[in-house]
């Protein structure tokens, strides 16, 4: 994998914790993206919305609308990007529910950096220049 494996892809990352939502920014700009913030889930919304990113990073727990209620106004979208949702419940029904409503990725926090980056890397053909196969 390359030193910048995200360059050219754009990230929205949204947690309502701004000590996890810095550290994922450091990360994934780090890797080249080019990263905006949404601290709640109508924020997340109209940032979809307005600059349509590569690939959401979305926390389940928000105030504003929950990460499950964003997936589900997102669900049927023809040009809906791919999502990983993060989340401290380990709850399997959550997760189920997730995934029916088309989560690209579940994964439990405390999430490893590297983790959250390998999966962001694999959803949006990170490494590759934008706009290959």
Same mark, same amino acid.
């Given at each position: 994998?390359?030193? !910048?494996? $995200?360059?050219? +892809? #754009?990230?929205?990352? /949204? ?19 080019? &990263? %905006? $913030?949404?601290?709640? @889930?109508? %924020?997340? $919304? ?5 600059? #349509? ?11 504003? *609308? ?6 589900? +106004?997102? #669900? ?7 999502? /990983?949702?993060? &989340?401290?419940? +380990?709850?399997? !029904?959550?997760?189920?529910? *997730?995934?029916?409503? @088309? ?20 959803? &949006?053909? @990170? @490494? ?6």
């Amino acid at each position: 994998m390359s030193q !910048r494996p $995200l360059e050219g +892809r #754009r990230v929205l990352l /949204v947690d309502d914790d701004p000590d996890i939502l810095g550290g994922m920014d450091l990360a994934f700009r780090g890797a080249g993206a080019e &990263t %905006s $913030l949404a601290g709640d @889930g109508e %924020s997340a $919304l109209a940032a979809i919305e307005a600059s #349509r990113p590569d690939l959401v990073v979305l926390d389940m727990m928000l105030p504003r *609308a929950s990460g499950l209620l964003v997936l589900e +106004r997102l #669900r049927g979208s023809a040009d809906r990007p791919p999502v /990983v949702m993060i &989340t401290a419940n +380990r709850g399997q !029904r959550h997760q189920a529910f *997730a995934r029916e409503l @088309g989560v690209e990725a579940y994964l439990v926090k405390p999430v490893a950096l590297a983790r959250l980056l390998e999966v962001a890397v694999r959803l &949006t053909g @990170g @490494g590759a220049p934008p706009g290959s196969p």
